[in-house]
């Protein structure tokens, strides 16, 4: 079966670090042989990036004999060389050093390019993360500020909500409602978090009718708090109370009742 | 990572060798001896061996620096790889001979770590810090895939029989572990 380019491109790091082996080395290598540019260039930056992997080992110097006898191999050679050797040898120089050097500033700018534009992308997704922080901490101190203006109320009124579990449980919630705004902050204390699939949902009961007043979950100490607006009138609310309902939250309270004024 | 800056320098090294200068050939032993015999080391455990790949290694430079082509590694990177396979060929003769897993890790015993000075020192330091703090980024399995490949020598099918994975869930490894450390390396202020 024959591979498309980018399933070669794929198989690269692996072969750079020399993990490749069966059909895909063969192909891999049958496809290089034939040429591919692309995958050439990619390869040589990967080899670049192995070139990083064997640089994080520690050097460890040789000693003094292991260099005396390479060298002194060498030394014992290079006296050997004849005439056409050293010229053909010095042509190796200069072909070298040109292709070098052109290939040094080749695969700088390509890998400075490619650098460039992985940082590109990272920085384009930290802007991303931090545009989204920025709208959380937004949202976050305007919440903050409704909960202050609440408090700050001078009519407000407490209302305490009892738990219905039986045995009694420790938990408990308490409702701070603003007459003059209209609005409410609720706080949820000790309760369990919910099953999977299920949400609490605070209501107040006018008129004898429930209102749903939102849904919540609580964190890991059991504790809530949301920010109730354009509630009617506090006066005509006789009740409130917390259940459990399906996710989303639901029209009419179904579930059992856990908190209750 | 950017290109190693004596890059330019160690090309005019190699061919100098190429070329049968010993100068240039006692320069670029003098240079990467120690990048080299470092990285033997932690590929074979074993630092008397490790010296014998050095010296087979560097003589192979000196016999075929003029085959050397800049388009396809840097000097350094070439020199390494050159190591490294010879050094492979050596693991693989070992552990088909006596099972080389059950090998005593020398780790470098009574070696000298290379001290070498003023620039060159902290240049490799910091190229050290830099990818090892590369390859703390990465998960743990991909980190270690990556190390059973390059400074064991397995290739993927072998590696999944070693860790009894499934094959695909090492070549995944290997490929994401791969292209995160290259965007790590990429990336100076995380790294």
């Given at each position: 079966?024959?591979?498309?380019?980018?399933?070669?491109?794929?198989?690269?790091?692996?072969?750079?670090?020399?993990?490749l082996?069966?059909?895909?080395?063969?192909?891999?290598?049958?496809?290089?042989?034939?040429?591919?540019?692309?995958?050439?260039?990619?390869?040589?930056?990967?080899?670049?990036?192995?070139?990083?992997?064997?640089?994080?080992?520690?050097?460890?110097?040789?000693?003094?004999?292991?260099?005396?006898?390479?060298?002194g191999?060498?030394?014992?050679?290079?006296?050997?060389?004849?005439?056409?050797?050293?010229?053909?040898?010095?042509?190796a120089?200069?072909?070298?050093?040109?292709?070098?050097?052109?290939?040094?500033?080749?695969?700088?700018?390509?890998?400075?390019?490619?650098?460039?534009?992985?940082?590109?992308?990272?920085?384009?997704?930290?802007?991303?993360?931090?545009?989204?922080?920025?709208?959380?901490?937004?949202?976050?101190l305007?919440?903050?500020?409704?909960?202050?203006?609440?408090?700050?109320?001078?009519?407000?009124?407490?209302?305490?909500?009892?738990?219905?579990?039986?045995?009694?449980?420790?938990?408990?919630?308490?409702?701070?409602?603003?007459?003059?705004?209209?609005?409410?902050?609720?706080?949820?204390?000790?309760?369990?978090?919910?099953?999977?699939?299920?949400?609490?949902?605070?209501?107040?009961?006018?008129?004898?009718?429930?209102?749903?007043?939102?849904?919540?979950?609580?964190?890991?100490?059991?504790?809530?708090?949301?920010v109730?607006?354009e509630?009617?009138?506090?006066?005509?609310?006789?009740?409130?109370?917390?259940?459990?309902?399906?996710?989303?939250?639901?029209?009419?309270?179904?579930?059992?009742?856990?908190?209750?004024? | 990572?950017?290109?190693?800056?004596?890059?330019?320098d160690?090309?005019?090294?190699?061919?100098?060798?190429?070329?049968g200068?010993?100068?240039?050939?006692?320069?670029?032993?003098?240079?990467?001896?120690?990048?080299?015999?470092?990285?033997?080391?932690?590929?074979?455990?074993?630092?008397?061996?490790?010296?014998?790949?050095?010296?087979?290694?560097?003589?192979?430079?000196?016999?075929?620096?003029?085959?050397?082509?800049?388009?396809?590694?840097?000097?350094?990177?070439?020199?390494?790889?050159?190591?490294?396979?010879?050094?492979?060929?050596?693991?693989?003769?070992?552990?088909?001979?006596?099972?080389?897993?059950?090998?005593?890790?020398?780790?470098?015993?009574?070696?000298?770590?290379?001290?070498p000075?003023?620039?060159?020192?902290?240049?490799?330091?910091?190229?050290?810090?830099?990818?090892?703090?590369?390859?703390?980024?990465?998960?743990?399995?991909?980190?270690?895939?990556?190390?059973?490949?390059?400074?064991?020598?397995?290739?993927?099918?072998?590696?999944?029989e070693?860790l009894?994975?499934p094959?695909?869930?090492?070549?995944s490894?290997?490929?994401?572990?791969?292209?995160?450390?290259?965007?790590?390396?990429?990336?100076?202020?995380?790294?």
């Amino acid at each position: 079966m024959t591979m498309h380019r980018a399933q070669y491109l794929d198989l690269l790091p692996a072969y750079s670090i020399g993990a490749l082996d069966g059909d895909e080395l063969r192909q891999l290598e049958e496809h290089l042989a034939a040429g591919c540019e692309e995958c050439e260039r990619q390869l040589a930056l990967w080899r670049r990036d192995v070139e990083a992997l064997a640089s994080s080992v520690p050097a460890v110097e040789p000693s003094d004999a292991v260099r005396r006898a390479v060298v002194g191999r060498v030394e014992g050679r290079a006296t050997g060389a004849d005439g056409a050797a050293t010229f053909w040898r010095l042509a190796a120089v200069i072909a070298v050093g040109v292709l070098g050097a052109l290939a040094w500033l080749h695969l700088d700018l390509r890998g400075r390019v490619e650098s460039l534009a992985i940082e590109r992308q990272v920085t384009v997704e930290r802007l991303a993360a931090l545009e989204s922080d920025l709208g959380s901490a937004r949202n976050e101190l305007a919440r903050l500020r409704r909960v202050s203006g609440i408090v700050a109320s001078p009519g407000k009124r407490l209302v305490a909500l009892a738990s219905l579990e039986q045995p009694a449980g420790g938990a408990f919630g308490q409702a701070l409602v603003d007459p003059v705004g209209r609005q409410a902050v609720f706080y949820a204390y000790g309760l369990r978090p919910t099953e999977q699939g299920k949400t609490y949902q605070l209501w107040y009961i006018a008129a004898g009718e429930p209102v749903s007043a939102g849904t919540f979950e609580v964190d890991s100490e059991g504790q809530a708090m949301i920010v109730v607006e354009e509630i009617v009138p506090p006066e005509t609310i006789d009740a409130w109370a917390v259940t459990v309902e399906p996710q989303g939250g639901v029209p009419q309270p179904t579930g059992p009742m856990v908190l209750k004024s | 990572m950017p290109l190693n800056e004596r890059e330019p320098d160690d090309l005019m090294l190699v061919g100098g060798v190429a070329a049968g200068d010993e100068a240039a050939f006692r320069e670029l032993f003098d240079r990467y001896a120690s990048t080299v015999l470092g990285f033997l080391i932690q590929l074979l455990r074993d630092r008397a061996q490790a010296e014998e790949v050095l010296q087979e290694t560097f003589l192979q430079v000196w016999e075929q620096a003029d085959r050397y082509r800049p388009s396809g590694a840097s000097p350094r990177g070439w020199l390494l790889m050159l190591a490294r396979s010879r050094a492979l060929d050596r693991v693989r003769s070992s552990r088909s001979r006596q099972g080389r897993e059950n090998r005593v890790a020398t780790e470098a015993s009574g070696a000298r770590v290379a001290q070498p000075e003023g620039p060159r020192r902290l240049e490799d330091d910091e190229r050290r810090a830099v990818v090892s703090r590369a390859l703390e980024t990465l998960p743990d399995e991909q980190r270690h895939c990556i190390e059973l490949a390059f400074f064991r020598g397995l290739t993927h099918r072998e590696i999944a029989e070693s860790l009894e994975q499934p094959l695909g869930t090492v070549k995944s490894r290997i490929l994401l572990g791969m292209k995160k450390l290259r965007q790590s390396l990429a990336e100076p202020s995380r790294v």
